[in-house]
């Protein structure tokens, strides 16, 4: 029977880990892929506070991690679904490794890349489509891009793809970005990027060596075009992960975990903090806050709860 169990290894789930481990309750951290989440494929972080000079997503990943376990924080590798309530005991199973008991739970989920689901996207995944400009974006050497998307990540992911790519074209479905004014001076600043605004992409096409060209629709006057490029990069937002929930916490419109400012969800004992949770800004800084008020208030429900 752990205190806490923690679902998913992102800053805020670290973070999570790292307080109640402090706190000197048994705390296990459930990872279904590798810690650090969305940050591990961020190539470079410049607006997390204490490094002033920018630093690797992988780098910060990893600190965060050793940090957390430093205090007993125990981490494993495993892909929940489903949690139950029996009482006031919650139950974790695993698909391969059983059911876990835990006193209270911590949601740290976050989320997963937004398809486009356009013709191509699924025949050339991995042949020139993408969701992460770190993994890939080093495959594409003096080869023309296109990033989809107006927000933070598709620009300063896009202006990243520029260290390899001799041109990124980035294709938004409006005139105006969405990102940060600073990451949209840059961009735009920026030679090798060419902004094609009002338009979407309405295909990828390819042969058997990868992707060759995408088409693209011009939203205002209907007119199709082709870019020729070597790879296509997708940054169109997020969708939460809450799959193995099924019902169990209350969700807004957009499927986010609904939460007080204690990070308690609609059901007793379970919190939730990161990029699951509904709320207005997504960074790594609002994270780890989150992180550690949830850490707090399971702390306190174990209190008045498990005397
Ligand atoms: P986002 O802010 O939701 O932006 C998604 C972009 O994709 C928007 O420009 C949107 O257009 C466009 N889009 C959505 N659906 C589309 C579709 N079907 N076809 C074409 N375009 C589509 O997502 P994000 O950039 O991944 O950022 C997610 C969160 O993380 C944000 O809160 C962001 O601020 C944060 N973030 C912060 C940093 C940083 O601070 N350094 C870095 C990365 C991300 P519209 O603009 O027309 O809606």
Redesign the pocket.
Known sequence: MYDVIIIGGGPAGLTAGLYTSRARLKSLLIEKGFTGGQVMT?EW???YPGFEEGVSGAELSQKMEKHATKFGLEIMQGSVVDVSLSGAIKKITLEDAGTLETKAIILATGSN??L??IEGEDTFRGRGVSYCATCDGAFFKDEKLVV?????????EGIFLTKFAETVYI????D?????KV?QERAIENPKIKLVWDS??VAIKGDDSGVNSVQVKNVKTGEESSLDVGGIFI????NPNIEFLKGLVNLDENNYIITDETMASSAPGIFVAG?VRAKP???IATAVGEGATAAVSAEKYIEENFK
């Not at 294709?171 to 409006?174: D, L, P, Q, T």
């Open positions: 961020t972080v410049e607006n890349p937004r486009l689901k989809i998307g107006g927000g933070d990540s598709a620009v300063e294709v938004h479905r409006r105006q970005l969405r990102a940060a990451v979407v992409p940054y169109i937002g997020y990029d800004l997504k960074q």
